[in-house]
C-alpha cells in the first residue's frame, strides 16, 4: 500500500450526514474535500474538523451546476492527481410531507428531485471517473435509502410500505441502477462502486424522530469508502447487511 494519504471528496458535506462522513473519514487520517454549494458553509465545516485535527478543505460544488464540479475536478486533479473516495451524498427530499399522494405528485417536483437525486451524481460522476482510475482503490459511494427499495415498497407489512414519496423514492432507485451499472462496467478495475442506505437519521431531512444519531448515520458511507480489495462491488448496504433492491 502506499503511504499517501488518500484524499475523498463527499458532496453535500457542510451538515448532516455528509460532514459526519468527512469527520469519520478524516479521523481515519484520509484528507477530506468538503462539496458545498455554498462555500462560506463548507468553509465553515472544514475549521471545525480542522479543530480535530483533520485535514480538510472546503469546495465549491453545487451538484445541479456543471460548472462547478467541471472546476472541482480541475483543482482536484491539479492538487492531488487522483481522487481516491467519491462519496455521493448531497440529496433533497421536496415531496410534500403531509397529504402527499402519488397522484397528485407534479412534473416539477419529480424533475427538481431527479436533477439533484440522479442526474446530477451521474454527470458528477462522469467528470470524475478519470480521476478515481488514477487511484490504487477508487471507492464511490451513493447516497441511497430504503425508501429506493422497491421490494420492500411492494411488501405489505415492511418498514416503508406506508412511506411512499414518489419523487424521491423513484430518484433513490434510479440511483440505485447507476450503483449496479457503473459496477459493472468497472467490474474489472480496482473501483467499488456501492449504495449505502445511512439508516433513518437525525438530521434536517430525517428529523428529530429519527431512529439513529449522527455518528451512527455516517457508518455506512464510511465503511463502503473504505472498503478493502476483497470487499462488495454493485452492492446496496445498511451497516454492512444488504438491502432488498
Ligand atoms: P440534509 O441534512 O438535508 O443535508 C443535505 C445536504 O445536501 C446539505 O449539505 C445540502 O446543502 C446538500 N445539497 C442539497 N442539494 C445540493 C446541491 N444541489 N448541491 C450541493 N449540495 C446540495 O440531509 P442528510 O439527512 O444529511 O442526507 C444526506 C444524504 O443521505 C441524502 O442523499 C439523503 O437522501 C440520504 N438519506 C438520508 C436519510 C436520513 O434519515 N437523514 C435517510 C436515507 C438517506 P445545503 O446546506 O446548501 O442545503
Known amino acids: 500500500m502506499s503511504s499517501v494519504k488518500k484524499v475523498a471528496l463527499i458532496t453535500g458535506a457542510n451538515r448532516g450526514i455528509g460532514l459526519e462522513t468527512a469527520?469519520?473519514?478524516?479521523?481515519?487520517?484520509?484528507t477530506v474535500l468538503l462539496g458545498a454549494r455554498e462555500l462560506a458553509k463548507g468553509e465553515a465545516a472544514a475549521a471545525s474538523l480542522k479543530k480535530d485535527g483533520i485535514?480538510?478543505?472546503?469546495?465549491?460544488?453545487?451538484?445541479?451546476?456543471?460548472?462547478?464540479?467541471?472546476?472541482?475536478?480541475?483543482?482536484?486533479?491539479?492538487?492531488?492527481?487522483?481522487?481516491d473516495i467519491l462519496v455521493n451524498n448531497a440529496g433533497i427530499l421536496i415531496d410534500a410531507r403531509t397529504g402527499n399522494e402519488t397522484s397528485t405528485t407534479s412534473a416539477e417536483v419529480l424533475r427538481k428531485t431527479f436533477d439533484t437525486n440522479f442526474f446530477a451524481v451521474v454527470a458528477l460522476t462522469q467528470t470524475l471517473l478519470p480521476l478515481i482510475r488514477k487511484s490504487e482503490a477508487g471507492r464511490?459511494?451513493?447516497?441511497?435509502?430504503i425508501l429506493a427499495s422497491n421490494t420492500l415498497h411492494?411488501?405489505?407489512?415492511?418498514?416503508?410500505?406506508d412511506a411512499k414519496h414518489l419523487a424521491y423514492d423513484a430518484s433513490k432507485t434510479a440511483l440505485n441502477s447507476f450503483t449496479i451499472h457503473?459496477?459493472?462496467?468497472?467490474?474489472?478495475?480496482?473501483?467499488?462502486?456501492?449504495?449505502a442506505d445511512p439508516g433513518w437519521v437525525k438530521t434536517d431531512m430525517g428529523g428529530e424522530g429519527a431512529q439513529l444519531e449522527i455518528e451512527e448515520g455516517g457508518k455506512t458511507s464510511v465503511e463502503l469508502a473504505t472498503l478493502p480489495d476483497d470487499g462488495p462491488t454493485g452492492g446496496y448496504f445498511h451497516l454492512g447487511k444488504p438491502q432488498p433492491w
Not at 464511490?140 to 435509502?145: A, Q
Not at 411492494?154 to 410500505?161: C, F, L, V
Request: charged content about 30%; cysteine-free; overall charge positive.
Open 23 to 30: 469527520r469519520q473519514l478524516g479521523r481515519r487520517g484520509i
Open 55 to 83: 485535514d480538510a478543505r472546503a469546495v465549491k460544488l453545487d451538484v445541479a451546476a456543471p460548472a462547478d464540479y467541471i472546476a472541482a475536478a480541475k483543482l482536484i486533479e491539479k492538487d492531488f492527481g487522483r481522487l
Open 140 to 145: 464511490i459511494v451513493n447516497l441511497s435509502s
Open 154 to 161: 411492494a411488501t405489505k407489512g415492511s418498514p416503508i410500505y
Open 182 to 195: 457503473l459496477a459493472h462496467e468497472l467490474r474489472d478495475t480496482k473501483i467499488k462502486v456501492n449504495s
